[in-house]
């Protein structure tokens, strides 16, 4: 068998670091949100190639709890590109069985990015055949402070009995599998705090490409790579 030819199951579940949109930009001279919008543009491919190669959950890291850091003109072309993702994208994505979830932390979002992203996710709530996550001002740490207040807040601050099936409930992630396979964009080799519990156990597969060049052959590549790991959770080798 050749090395990239796969041997596995599709992953059921990708989450993606979609890093790179910058230098993208930088190298042909433009700035930065250049770089971002022909991101979107990725978006869009990734979702409907992600289906294609029987990947049922996609989970995209689209702004961190650390991206705050950035120029506030940087940060408010971020929060204007999810707006006009939502706006061209959200009745096709409907039409097409897309349930659609926004990940991350509400507070410190404006009540009309609130209200936008209630109107999202239930409109598409009831979709079935493709899930799209959106992690957006999310931060893995952020995550699992914020799980853990609600239980403490649900269980009277008594946590002595709560198992790990019970904490995922509080997650945002609540209900969805873990991510089988992480991939990472643009040459860095860091998890930048994202979905810290959950991807206990993926399979990490970095790319060079560049987010807005990450293509069907990209995508293709690194479920090949993955395909070709041996998950062990902790055991023996499968055979
Ligand atoms: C996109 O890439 C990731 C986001 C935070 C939106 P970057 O904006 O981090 O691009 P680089 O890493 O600076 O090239
Ligand atoms: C991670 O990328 C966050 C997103 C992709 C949204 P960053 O570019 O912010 O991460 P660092 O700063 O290189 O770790
Ligand atoms: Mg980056």
Redesign the pocket.
């Known amino acids: 068998m050749s090395e990239t030819e796969p041997s596995g199951p599709a992953p059921q579940h990708v989450a993606i670091?979609?890093?790179g949109n910058g230098r993208w930009a930088a190298s042909r001279g433009r700035p930065r949100a250049f770089g971002h919008r022909k991101g979107v543009e990725a978006v869009r491919e990734a979702v409907r190639n992600a289906g294609e190669l029987g990947v049922r959950h996609l989970t995209l890291?689209?702004?961190?709890t650390?991206?705050w850091n950035r120029p506030a003109a940087e940060v408010e072309a971020l929060f204007e590109l999810l707006r006009r993702f939502v706006a061209a994208d959200l009745d096709r994505l409907h039409d097409e069985g897309v349930r659609v979830r926004i990940l991350g932390r509400r507070e410190g979002l404006s009540e009309e990015l609130l209200n936008l992203i209630a109107s999202v996710e239930s409109r598409t709530a009831e979709n079935e055949k493709f899930c799209l996550n959106i992690a957006f001002n999310y931060g893995g740490r952020d995550e699992i402070v914020r799980a853990a207040r609600r239980a403490a807040l649900d269980h009277d601050g008594d946590l002595s009995k709560l198992s790990e099936a019970d904490f995922t409930q509080y997650l945002d992630t609540a209900g969805l599998p873990d991510p089988d396979l992480v991939i990472r964009t643009s040459g860095?080799h860091?998890i930048?705090n994202?979905l810290l519990w959950q991807a206990a156990y993926a399979e990490f597969v970095f790319l060079d490409t560049l987010w807005p060049d990450f293509d069907k052959a990209a995508f293709e590549r690194a479920i090949a790579e993955y395909a070709n790991r041996d998950r062990r959770y902790g055991g023996v080798r499968h055979g």
């Open positions: 670091i979609m890093d890291f689209s702004f961190s650390e991206n860095e860091r930048s994202f």
